[in-house]
């Protein structure tokens, strides 16, 4: 039986929308090109765990890459069916607030076609994955607690357990909730039975992974480290506007009037407490700027079921929702999928703003580019040659594309790359490629720069522009050099 104040799901409208956005995903799904990480989870072999993430997304990116075909759309199912997933969590958590059918479907749609969650469904990230994660726990958090039903805070625990094998970034969720329960209560469910046993069972399903983690000496800190020496300066500067982009200007007073609502419910007050807390903490992380989407999406979801009495009051209230969201959708989805030609996309400012299209570009242009350096070196020489590739893109490219072109499998210093087994020792010349090479040509007795990277297509790419250099004889050997090749970014 329904619990009274829970209206009955909107599943035309809920089921609808994550339909569509899965056909729209899957239509787009060749489009431009690899992305730079699904290149990297690819050519990773199989493991536990890696210095810079758990083993889920590449596990994911090899199972549907060996069960179809090595291309896009099969590397990209995971991430379409998580986005998928996401929609239908947002229109569920809408009507946990109580929202009806309108409001669910204002949910749904608006969400399934804002910028963000198009932009990661668009490519099998690690963030794509995570769409649906925090927001399924905060739906079962609520059913939970407007349910009084304590069996949800074991669901809740058993998909934070799940989700350490994608990101252990939901320890940050977790440690927001906990202060924001601290702080405006209710206090008693710090130390309830049932959330001490949703932790038990997040630790207990998620102990493999973190075993790993202890057992390597905890490399996610170190990660983490390394992305805030990198990016703490322009995140801590981009997430406030990108709180605005995320889910799109014409959607910014329904999150916001979710905000406001949750702190008038004495029982989710904690909710809207926990999003200014996650921001201090991505401030101080200095990380990523998008970390506070999960949250942000339940406060959407309760803002459109805060709204819906407006959707019943008049036409003029639904017409503008409607537009709102249409609007939304357009511009998300220019911005969103490849809908601009890759020979126009830099006269448009689509990759100024979306980093996964601008990092989809080039990568079989660039391997031609370094295949004609290789070519360069006498046929006789080559058993004594490799490739190595400063940045991840860069070496996936190269394991991708290389065959084709003659070249051997690449080697980098980035992440879990460095980690994998080093050129062996009677390589002594190297095919050096990307901007680690001023810093590092000092290891080697002669280098030379032969080549510039160019993807012909004027998108200010990380590999643009960036030497292509041949380099002989590393200094004291491989076992001297290797180890200062090393970099986390």
């Known amino acids: 039986m329904r619990p009274p104040g829970i209206p009955p799901p909107a599943r035309a409208h809920i089921y609808g929308a994550a339909l569509v956005s899965g056909i729209v995903l899957t239509a787009f799904s ?27 997304t590449p596990l994911l990116a090899h199972a549907f890459s060996a069960a179809f ?30 929202g009806g059918r309108r409001a669910q479907a204002l949910a749904a749609w608006g969400y399934a076609s804002a910028a963000i969650p198009l932009i990661m469904g668009h490519a099998l990230l690690t963030s794509t994955i995570d769409l649906p994660v925090w927001p399924a726990i905060a739906l079962c958090i609520v059913r939970a607690i407007r349910r009084v039903e304590p069996r949800w805070w074991l669901a809740a625990g058993l998909l934070t357990g799940l989700s350490m094998y994608n990101k252990l ?25 049932a959330v ?9 399903v998620g102990l493999p992974n973190l075993l790993y983690q202890g057992a390597h000496g905890w490399p ?8 805030a020496r990198n990016n703490a300066t322009s995140v801590r500067i981009m997430m406030w506007p990108f709180l605005i982009l995320m889910l799109g200007p014409p959607l910014v007073g329904l999150w916001i009037g979710g905000l406001r609502w949750l702190w008038r419910q004495r029982e989710l007050r904690f909710l809207a407490v926990a999003f200014p807390v996650l921001l201090v903490f991505v401030f101080v992380m200095g990380a990523q700027f998008y970390y506070p989407l999960g949250l ?3 406060l959407f979801a309760a803002g459109c079921a805060s709204a819906e009495p407006l959707l019943y009051r008049g036409n003029g209230w639904r017409r503008a929702a409607i537009a709102g969201v249409a609007v939304n959708a357009a511009v998300s989805l220019v911005l969103a999928l490849p809908l601009v030609p890759l020979h126009s996309l830099a006269n448009t400012p689509i990759a100024d703003i979306n980093q996964v299209a601008r990092d989809s570009v080039g990568w079989p242009t660039y391997v031609a580019e370094i295949a004609a350096v290789y070519r360069e070196i006498p046929a006789t020489d080559r058993a004594h040659a490799i490739v190595y590739a400063t940045n991840y893109g860069e070496a996936g490219a190269v394991d991708r594309y290389g065959p084709a072109d003659g070249l051997p499998p690449p080697f980098s210093g980035q992440n879990a790359l460095h980690d994998l087994p080093p050129p062996p020792a009677n390589a002594t010349i190297v095919v050096f490629v990307g901007g680690q090479y001023p810093s590092s040509r000092d290891l080697f007795a002669t280098c030379a720069v032969r080549a510039r990277l160019d993807n012909h297509l004027g998108v200010d790419t990380e590999e643009q522009g960036e030497p292509v250099a041949l380099c ?18």
């Open 30 to 56: 060749s489009g431009y090109g690899y992305h730079r990480d699904e290149l990297y989870f690819r050519m990773l072999p199989n493991a536990w765990g890696y210095v810079d993430q758990p083993p889920l």
């Open 69 to 98: 075909t090595d291309a896009t759309w099969a590397i990209r199912i995971p991430a379409t069916l998580a986005t998928m997933a996401s929609v239908v969590v947002i229109g569920l958590l809408a009507r946990e607030f109580g």
């Open 169 to 193: 970034l939901v320890a940050v969720l977790l440690v927001s909730l906990a202060v924001a329960l601290a702080l405006v209560g209710p206090r008693r469910l710090l130390v309830s039975r």
């Open 196 to 204: 001490l046993g949703a932790a038990a069972i997040a630790v207990l």
């Open 220 to 227: 996610q800190f170190a990660m983490g480290q390394a992305l």
């Open 296 to 298: 942000q999406d339940v």
């Open 472 to 489: 002989r004889r590393p200094l004291g050997g491989w076992r001297t050099a290797w180890p200062q090749l090393r970099h986390l970014d």
